[in-house]
């Protein structure tokens, strides 16, 4: 069974570029933090990567503007699975920025892996986080990679 996640926010006055609108660091770091609190919601806080040694690590980010979003304007993100390995050692994560309820003003793709600390390489995620992830919502054009 798949889940939606997501979670409302305000644009703040830092969150602003020179031409008054949300800047792309404020973007990533909205996305960022709205995969945070799904990964919370699921189990995962903070103290829990902590405590179990690993975390994930993002490679790569792609975004895409499509609307404005200004200065005190609410807007909602989602986070959606957007591809993944069988064990979900490598992922896909797309977050949509809405505003308006319904307007898309941008999407942050990002790529990413999970990093065990002690030995800082990647590694399989345990079963627990696995399931938490795939039980996201997934996206039109998800792709299974091997």
Known sequence: MTEPF???YQAQWAD???????????????????????SSARGF???TWAER????????DRLVYKREIRLLEFFTVDVQLAGATADMRRFKIRNRFFKDGATLC????SIGLWLGFSARKPIVPP????????????????EHWD
């Open 45 to 47: 806080s903070v103290s």
């Open 6 to 8: 997501s979670h409302e």
């Open 106 to 109: 941008a999407s942050v793709e």
């Open 53 to 60: 040694q690993f975390g994930p690590v993002v490679l790569e």
């Open 127 to 142: 079963d627990d986080l696995r399931d938490a992830w795939l039980s996201l919502e997934r996206t039109e054009d998800f």
């Open 16 to 38: 602003m570029d020179f031409n008054q609108h949300m800047a792309n660091s404020a973007f990533l770091d909205y996305a960022g933090n709205t995969r945070t609190l799904f």
